[in-house]
């Protein structure tokens, strides 16, 4: 067990956080791995606070780039990585210190493509919360194929970090540029290319819900992209759910049905979806017009349909 492992940061503005994200990397206790710190245009000191760190351990690689998003900066961080294993980690969030050493443990004991740990909420008032994932999915014996359905229908969190990857499921794979919700994006690629998928039922990562610079926080304009990129990312899943499974397909098309209505409807009172784009959603809910939807969101596609907004 002594693969290396690319731990990649995408940096910006998390001066408040970016030590402890990277001293979380330098505590653990499995050792063999590359840290790719990528500062993506970050206005404040993080790309010096970055360089200073890699000129004490030649571990820690520094890419500096123009600003691009965190799709660029996870991309960026790909094209230069040498693990055998791949792992994200975001620059306000950190690492348990076995978060590592229990990964490539799990996934070379098991033979697993993929593996995911359970991860923390860090709450602003400083408290941590298990995630509530846990309660259904922490069972060790769930079968690939279940958990690929899972993560299809998004009941498993499909988010790209707080799992390790083998390098072999990204060789070809990149994150959508220019495009929010990426880590809905990409999932479903990546759990269909993973033929044997684990859950560890151990804490590995802690997620952190303090920054007032991060996407949650967002105003209300990126609030309609970020639902409109939903839309998008669930057509992914939907995509990918013919090829592997189709039992969760009504399931999924709900999901997309709601994201989509949901952005035309936002975007009435904050315009900022071109005509291509909101065509592309009455196109869709028309395709899916059979689609079980509650009757509050029934009368609403039933308008968007017939263009009544």
Not at 105 to 117: E, P, T, Y
Not at 232 to 241: N, S, V, W
């Amino acid at each position: 067990m002594n693969g290396l492992i690319s731990i990649i940061v995408p940096v910006y503005k998390v001066e408040k956080y970016i030590h402890r994200c990277i001293e979380s990397a330098l505590a653990q206790t499995y050792r063999n791995w590359e840290l790719i710190l990528v500062d993506d245009g970050s206005p404040d000191r993080c790309g010096q606070i970055c360089d200073s760190y890699a000129s004490e351990d030649s571990r820690i690689h520094v890419i500096h780039k123009r600003n691009g998003g965190l799709s660029s900066a996870r991309n960026a961080g790909l094209k230069i990585c040498k693990g055998d294993y791949i792992t994200f980690l975001d620059s306000d969030d950190y690492l348990m210190p076995n978060a590592l050493e229990d990964l490539i443990h799990a996934s070379v004991s098991q033979k697993a493509d993929l593996v995911m740990g359970i991860n923390f909420l860090l709450r602003p008032d400083g408290s941590l919360q298990q995630d509530t994932w846990v309660t259904q999915y922490g069972n060790s014996d769930i079968s690939s194929h279940e958990l690929r359905r899972a993560f299809l229908r998004d009941s498993l969190p499909n988010y790209a970090w707080g799992k390790l990857y083998h390098a072999s499921l990204l060789s070809h794979l990149r994150f959508p540029e220019g495009q929010n919700m990426e880590d809905l994006w990409i999932m479903p690629h990546l759990v269909e290319s993973a033929r044997k998928m684990v859950i560890l039922t151990k804490n590995v990562y802690v997620y952190s819900q303090e920054n007032s610079e991060s996407i949650l926080h967002a105003g209300r304009e990126k609030s309609v992209n970020t639902r409109y990129c939903q839309f998008l990312a669930f057509l992914e899943h939907i995509k990918i759910a013919r090829k592997v499974d189709k039992t969760d397909l009504p399931i999924i098309i709900k999901r997309t049905s709601h994201a989509a209505i949901r952005a035309y409807l936002m975007n009435r009172q904050y315009p900022c979806l071109s005509d291509k784009e909101k065509d592309e959603i009455r196109r869709f809910l028309t395709k899916y017009s059979k689609c079980s939807l509650s009757p509050g969101l029934l009368v609403k596609r039933f308008l968007i349909i017939h263009d009544f907004f």
